[in-house]
């Protein structure tokens, strides 16, 4: 049996990881500040004997004994993470230096959740983990994409210089069950908005692209990551190839909805990145054919399912 610290773990992405490593027969103590997550996330975890939660802030140190992390702890919706930027990057910086520091002391192996968002509005396409990005240091959305690329710096200078075991995913736009309705995030608000008979908001022209990932095809990528060679650290890309403008998103979830709902056009955000596709070559070959499993039609079923019994 391992011991597992999962920070962010009542969060979307935090929540099913704690309960796939649980049922894998692990002991997991789950670590947050509940910014963006929430006990209601877990609590059918609760009663299990080997899950602990812990009320605590990544940006304060944090002992514990444990053989493996999974650094999750970081607001992702642009809502979210934009609503007090400088909270952002320290939770991003100051929680990696915290987890990696941990990790160093106990010798824990660490895994960092990275971002699709190191790569910004990319100008190559599909992208490679070997491309660097096309970020603004200064814009809306630096706190979390200069706050993740920092944190891969510590997690490879930690490694480099203390020999600390680390992992890192570079994870492309998920969704799935136990996204807040309130996450701002575009495939919980199109459903949101589906269903409750509301307008679509679609910001900018609508052509602009993303891949869309089901969460139980990352938490597979995460877990095969965390327990890939020795030596292999990544960073590694886990998303889903399949590419499709905001405009075919919302078409699709109107008609698995059976919405009314009008698609109506509001300003595109700074800096939204205008195209975003995974290259997955790297995640099959060295994470045993590793690859995402449901598709988007399948994922949104799922998911409009959850949503219409939370909303
Ligand atoms: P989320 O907002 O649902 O979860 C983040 C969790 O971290 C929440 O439970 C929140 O309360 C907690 N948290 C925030 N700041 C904290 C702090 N200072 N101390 C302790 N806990 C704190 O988001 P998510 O979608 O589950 O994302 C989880 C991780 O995966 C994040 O690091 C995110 O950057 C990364 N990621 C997610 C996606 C995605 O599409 N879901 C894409 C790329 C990267
Ligand atoms: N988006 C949209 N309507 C919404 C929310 C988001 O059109 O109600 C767009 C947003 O401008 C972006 C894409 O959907 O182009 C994905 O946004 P999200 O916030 O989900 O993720 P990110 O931009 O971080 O990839």
Redesign the pocket.
Known sequence: MKRILV??G?????SHLCERLLNEGNEVIC???????SKRNIEHLMDHHFFELVR????NPYMIEVDEIYN??????PV?YQYNPIKTIK?SVM?AINMLGLAKRVKAKILQ?S??EVYGDPKVHPQPESYWGHVNPIGSRSCYDEG?RCAETLFMDYKNQNDVDIKIVR????YGPRMNPQDGRVVSNFIVQALRGEDITVFGDGTQTRSFQYVDDLIEGMIRMMNSEQGFWGPVNIGNPGEFTMVELAKKILQLTNSKSKLVFQPLPQDDPMQRRPDISLAKEKLGGWTPKIQLEEGLLKTIEYFEKVI
């Open positions: 920070t962010g009542a969060g979307f992405v935090g670590l947050d500040n509940y910014f963006t997550g605590h802030d990544v940006t999750l702890a970081c607001p992702a919706s979210h939770t929680g959740a971002t699709s993740k994870i492309f736009n998920t």
